[in-house]
């Protein structure tokens, strides 16, 4: 492992080297945040998690800014609430889609949003759809099928409320449509301006439909609570800051990790069992995000794009 690694860094430049670490580092934060949503058991409303979430990441995220020194609403304001309000819908649907699908067949529709982030990255911001980063895609994807395994992929696939699918997709789509964003507003923007309006619009968002539902969290609901905002805060930090130095399809199809992790804090913390379909689906996995951290931009290449691969 440790001479595959070092064959890896020496394809990367630093700076490459670097985003792709940092993209790892997200997905561990985010596989953590779920484990900390799961173990809330579900007695609070959706919209109380993203508002607690949102009100930490935004206190985390006004302090770092007043220390740097650095003013909070940057340049590109239309795109900046955009990428908060895409960022908003996203989070949104994909907890209502788990509330009406299984965990399996809503996990497995949100992680189309890779295939889905190189489709749009080329068609808005002009990034190559490149042969190897696409097969990261694909082998991620079978992946993650593998590892979730969901009983629905036989006869009873007809058996899956379409409304509940369809507001699955869109909330994959909504996550492509934000990362893509996120790459574009990282040329201008500093990460931390970035991360700053997704909290920003999810608060005023997330506070009406509270109204009459609210619960008073427990003692132990406040401890997961705070991780879920202290881990989200991190995961947004290292996502914006991977996105600026790498495309976005090879960023995304990075984060197919995450599933590898969170299939071990389930074993773990769980006791979820594990099978031999799901070690081969991690495989998968692993090997996708290896193909990914192999994958090199073009040297002609500095505005962001990638070259051939």
């Not at 990282?186 to 700053?196: A, Q």
């Not at 996502?239 to 995450?258: D, F, H, K, W």
């Amino acid at each position: 492992m440790a001479s595959l690694l070092k064959a890896l860094r020496g394809r990367q430049s630093d700076a490459e080297w670097r985003a792709c670490g940092l993209l790892v580092a997200c997905a561990l934060a985010f596989s953590l945040m779920t484990v900390c949503v799961k173990h809330l058991g579900g007695r609070l409303p959706v919209a109380e998690i993203v508002l607690v979430r949102s009100v930490i990441s935004l206190a985390i995220t006004l302090a770092m800014l007043q220390q740097a020194q650095i003013s909070p609403w940057g340049h590109q304001h239309p795109l900046l609430m955009l990428r908060g309000a895409l960022g908003t819908g996203a989070l949104l649907l994909f907890f209502e889609a788990l509330a009406r699908l299984p965990l399996a067949a809503a996990t497995l529709i949100q992680y189309t949003y890779p295939t889905l982030t190189a489709l749009t990255a080329w068609l808005l911001l002009g990034e190559p759809l490149r042969k190897r980063i696409g097969l990261a895609v694909l082998l991620g994807w079978l992946g993650v099928t593998l590892v979730v395994q969901p009983e629905w992929m036989g006869e009873t696939v007809r058996n899956l409320p379409v409304l509940a699918v369809l507001i699955g997709l869109g909330g994959a789509l909504l996550t492509a449509l934000s990362y893509v964003s996120v790459r574009r507003l990282s040329v201008r923007e500093h990460p931390l301006v970035i991360v700053f309006y997704f909290p920003f619009i999810s608060v005023p968002v997330a506070l009406p439909l509270l109204w009459g539902q609210g619960v008073w969290p427990t003692l132990t609901e406040w401890f997961w609570l705070i991780g879920v905002g202290l881990l989200t805060q991190l995961g947004q930090v290292w996502l914006t800051e991977g996105l600026a130095a790498l495309p976005a399809a090879r960023a995304t199809s990075i984060n197919y990790v995450q599933v590898v992790f969170a299939t071990l804090w389930g074993v773990l913390w769980f006791a979820e069992p594990i099978t031999g379909t799901v070690v081969i689906g991690a495989g998968c996995v692993l090997a996708a995000t290896l193909i990914s951290l192999s994958a090199r931009k073009s040297r002609s290449v500095q505005d962001g794009s990638s070259g051939k691969g």
